[in-house]
């Protein structure tokens, strides 16, 4: 697929653009500790980067185009075909804009995503980090103003994150696999987060520490067609599936052998089908 003017993703090294690899974040655990008074929610959570990646080419210019890794397969790491369940805005509010702007640069910026959206990978934050890390900038404080998982995006690796994201404590790094359910539809981060802050009003949470992820019972409130494709994956691997941050990604620790999916590239819910994405962790994203 050619973009805008005619450029093939093989020719853009030619033309002097850079590539940069914007890898997606999972959550391993997610507790939220408190509320500020402001309303940003306080967490505590374990976070690694994933080898699934969207890829920015960035070089001389102005604008951002947006395309898929379905549309223009062998572009940088990450399984292809890997889109998400609806467009990806261009505009002012694209974490990519918004990235360059607090950095002050202007640049031309080719997105090839991966990383699904409403996902709960971070796919967004992944890539202004990859633009604040191009620019230089390892600033936690300008990375949190755009948004909550762009500092630890920023470093990547395995972190310990706190506060409203901006407090990254890094950790060893830890080879370890895992398998995606890359649901057909997405989550509103913000609908999981009123959701959460209903149900403990009415003292509606489940237990503290019952848990892994304490908006996965929010998450479910608010699309409740989650519980059925997590009884899909379970019943598929015989493990327990996870939800990824506030979802819509169901995973489970392992590779397609070790968990009993072989070669299997989809699941099925009635007409619906979902992607299952073998991954592995990725290590800290160097300080150039």
Not at 117 to 144: E, Q
């Amino acid at each position: 697929m050619n973009d805008r003017d005619g450029t093939l993703p093989t020719e853009r090294a030619g033309l002097g653009m850079e590539e940069l690899s914007a890898p997606a974040k999972l959550t391993l655990s997610l507790q939220v500790t408190g509320v500020r008074s402001d309303g940003y929610h306080l967490l505590r959570s374990e976070m690694v980067s994933i080898d699934l990646a969207d890829t920015l080419w960035i070089g001389d210019g102005s604008g951002l185009t947006v395309s898929t890794a379905s549309a223009e397969a062998g572009t940088g790491p990450g399984p292809e075909g890997t889109t998400g369940p609806g467009p990806v805005p261009v505009g002012p509010d694209n974490l990519v804009t918004r990235a360059l702007a607090a950095v002050g640069r202007t640049a031309r910026v080719d997105l090839v995503k991966r990383i699904p959206v409403g996902a709960g990978l971070g796919g967004g934050s992944a890539d202004a980090a990859a633009v604040l890390r191009w620019a230089g900038c390892w600033d936690p404080a300008v990375a949190v103003d755009l948004g909550a998982d762009v500092p630890f995006c920023l470093s990547g690796g395995r972190a310990s994150v706190s506060g409203i994201g901006e407090e990254v404590t890094p950790l060893p790094y830890q080879e370890r696999r895992f398998t995606l359910l890359l649901l057909p539809f997405g989550v509103d981060t913000g609908a999981v987060y009123r959701a959460w802050d209903r149900m403990a009003a009415g003292c509606q949470l489940p237990a503290a520490g019952s848990g892994s992820n304490d908006l996965e019972a929010p998450a479910l409130h608010v699309e409740p067609r989650l519980a059925r494709w997590r009884t899909v994956l379970e019943q598929a691997t015989g493990r327990r599936p996870r939800l990824a941050g506030s979802g819509s990604t169901w995973f489970v620790e392992g590779g397609p052998d070790e968990t009993g999916l072989g070669g299997g590239q989809t699941l099925r819910l009635g007409e619906a089908t979902a992607r299952l994405v073998p991954v592995r962790t990725t290590r800290p994203a160097p300080r150039g």
